[in-house]
């Protein structure tokens, strides 16, 4: 007995749903832990700058911690570094692409939130006889940015698909 044209679109209809709100749901999911997980390494990033930082100035060897960012910069696709002294001048700058030189940091924004491609994140840092400064870190985000959209465009395609084949099952029953 095959059903009807109309009880095959309800069917397909409800199974669209269904589906796109699993896969709704998981890039949610995995956009949240990329997020945090990019958040974290951000972290564990900054802290090694910082430790870097804070050694090479306590021995005030700012011409050789100038050369040591601008290599970890280079090597490591970190889009900038920025030490700033107590009273928020810049003592040295590093960064990777001349279209940041006259970016302003915003290092309170969540990774998601970022409008400019760059995550920053911030911490105190000794400078030795310079006392407390900080220390930005900038990150690229396009990278993660393409690869989880090119998640949910995949995401779509399997809704779609899916779609095609409940239609096709409901049709044919």
Same mark, same amino acid.
């Given at each position: 007995m095959r059903l009807s044209v109309r009880l095959a679109l309800v069917f397909s209809l409800f199974g669209?749903?269904?589906?796109?709100? *699993?896969?709704?749901?998981? $890039?949610? +999911?995995?956009?949240?832990?990329?997020?945090?997980?990019?958040?974290?390494?951000?972290? +564990?990033?900054?802290?090694? $700058?910082? $430790?870097? $930082?804070?050694?090479?100035?306590?021995?005030?060897r700012f011409k050789d911690l100038g050369r040591n960012l601008q290599m970890m910069v280079r090597q490591s696709g970190i889009a900038g570094i920025l030490v700033l002294d107590a009273k928020g001048k810049?003592?040295?700058?590093?960064?990777?692409?001349?279209? *940041?030189?006259?970016?302003?940091?915003?290092?309170?924004?969540?990774?998601?939130?970022?409008?400019?491609? +760059?995550?920053? +994140?911030?911490?105190?840092?000794?400078?030795g006889p310079l006392g407390r400064g900080t220390v930005l870190v900038g990150f690229h985000t396009s990278a993660l940015e393409e690869r989880l959209r090119a998640i949910e465009a995949r995401a779509v395609q399997s809704g779609v698909t899916a779609f095609l084949a409940i239609t096709l099952a409901g049709w044919f029953i």
């Amino acid at each position: 007995m095959r059903l009807s044209v109309r009880l095959a679109l309800v069917f397909s209809l409800f199974g669209i749903g269904i589906a796109g709100g *699993f896969q709704y749901r998981h $890039v949610t +999911v995995l956009r949240q832990e990329s997020y945090a997980r990019a958040e974290n390494m951000a972290q +564990v990033t900054l802290s090694a $700058v910082s $430790v870097l $930082v804070s050694a090479q100035a306590q021995g005030g060897r700012f011409k050789d911690l100038g050369r040591n960012l601008q290599m970890m910069v280079r090597q490591s696709g970190i889009a900038g570094i920025l030490v700033l002294d107590a009273k928020g001048k810049i003592l040295l700058k590093r960064i990777d692409d001349l279209k *940041f030189v006259g970016r302003k940091p915003h290092p309170g924004l969540r990774i998601g939130e970022t409008t400019d491609g +760059v995550y920053d +994140v911030e911490t105190e840092a000794d400078l030795g006889p310079l006392g407390r400064g900080t220390v930005l870190v900038g990150f690229h985000t396009s990278a993660l940015e393409e690869r989880l959209r090119a998640i949910e465009a995949r995401a779509v395609q399997s809704g779609v698909t899916a779609f095609l084949a409940i239609t096709l099952a409901g049709w044919f029953i």
